[in-house]
């Protein structure tokens, strides 16, 4: 691959995962780091030996000449900055979500194949090792026909990124249209979207809250429970968040006319549920050890993938990175289809609308 200089702007959490990752990536380096608070990008920097760090995205953009931008900053930002680094020359990398609606969405894409880039948007879980294997046991037939599909993201609100949104009213996550939900049900979804393709499925939402209020400010309009449902033409699916729900899980299942496999993103187990084979008792007392097998046989593989240190919790956005790069060096297709983008980007348009009535159809009640 030939050498890419990338360049990050916004310099908060996940740039450091980014910063890291490139690392891993023969041919590619992070020539230059950028955030709004030079002290954000300074200490980036510092931390990893980055040779270049600014508070000027435009100025980066002409000195740096990056080939590749990542974008790590708050979503309302994502329009303007793709725009800027595509009209630039730069390909681009958009942390997720994406844009903050779908009309923005699309004018990226838009953008981007005008100009002859290439964009991305990080659906990292969409390539971790165990969605590639859900979906090779989809092409090979091992799942039969999909039947439904449930995806489930549990979330800390008690934890340093929870505490900061509740702790301050102004937070760029009270800003989004589906606020909380709106950063991070793209991990919920995508995974669903490989089992229904249709770009309009129907779709039923509903958020509640479980957090008391007393604020009395936007903080009190903050929904912390999400359930959606999706009808395809073939399948149906769950998707289900939860800020509240203990132990805090992250999984997709999918029941197909074969087999059932579950992917357990916080074990990182793929265990596999087989039909019964024996009658009566026997066929009810069974499962339960071969659920226990299949377990401690993903638990050895995950303890084999340690020792030799291929067990690691970003693999999923390490490797939408290797296969973005790789698609800027062949000329080819980026790794995410642009319609697969905009698919996501349309159903969150919509779960946030209905999530919206429900809000203001409660209110009236009240």
């Known amino acids: 691959m030939r050498p890419l200089k990338i360049a990050i702007v916004g310099c908060g959490k996940i740039a450091d995962a980014h910063v890291e990752e490139v690392g891993k990536i023969a041919g590619a380096h992070v020539a230059a780091v950028c955030d709004r608070e030079l002290l954000m990008a300074e200490q980036l920097a510092v931390r990893y030996g980055v040779k270049s760090h600014y508070h000027d995205f435009a100025q980066l953009l002409a000195e740096i000449r990056p080939d590749v931008v990542h974008i790590t900053t708050p979503p309302q930002s994502h329009l303007a900055l793709a725009l800027q680094s595509l009209d630039a020359g730069s390909h681009v990398y958009i942390e997720k979500p994406f844009a903050m609606t779908r009309a923005e969405s699309a004018r990226i894409v838009e953008q981007a194949t005008r100009v002859g880039r290439l964009v991305t948007v990080g659906h990292s879980f969409a390539f971790d090792p165990l969605t590639i294997a859900l979906r090779q046991m989809r092409d090979d037939g091992f799942l039969g026909d999909v039947v439904h599909v449930e995806s489930h993201l549990g979330y800390n609100l008690s934890g340093a990124f929870g505490a900061a949104l509740m702790g301050d009213r102004s937070h760029w996550v009270h800003g989004l249209p589906g606020k909380l939900f709106h950063n ?52 149906t699916a769950f998707a289900t968040f939860s800020s509240h729900a203990v132990p805090v899980r992250h999984f997709a299942r999918v029941w197909g006319t074969r087999n059932t496999v579950t992917a357990d993103y916080v074990t990182r187990v793929l265990a596999v549920e087989q039909g019964e084979k024996y009658p009566s008792a026997i066929g009810r007392l069974l499962p339960a050890f071969a659920q226990a097998r299949e377990y401690r046989r993903g638990g050895w593989k995950n303890v084999r993938r340690f020792m030799r240190s291929e067990f690691q919790f970003f693999s999923g956005m390490n490797e939408l990175f290797r296969r973005f790069y790789q698609s800027i060096n062949d000329g080819g297709t980026p790794p995410i289809a642009y319609g697969r983008i905009l698919r996501i980007a349309g159903w969150m348009d919509d779960i946030f609308a209905q999530v919206e009535s429900g809000l203001k159809s409660r209110e009236g009640v009240r």
Do not use: Q, W, Y
């Not at 039923?204 to 957090?211: E, I, K, P, Q, Y």
């Not at 008391?212 to 309009?221: I, Q, S, T, V």
């Not at 929904?223 to 959606?228: C, G, I, Q």
């Open 184 to 235: 991070n049900i793209d991990h919920v979804l995508h995974k669903i979207e490989d089992f229904i393709p249709e770009d309009a499925p129907r779709i039923v939402a509903r958020a509640t809250r479980r957090l008391p209020a007393g604020f009395g400010d936007e903080r009190d309009d903050l929904m912390d429970e999400l359930r959606v449902m999706l009808e395809g033409s073939t399948a």
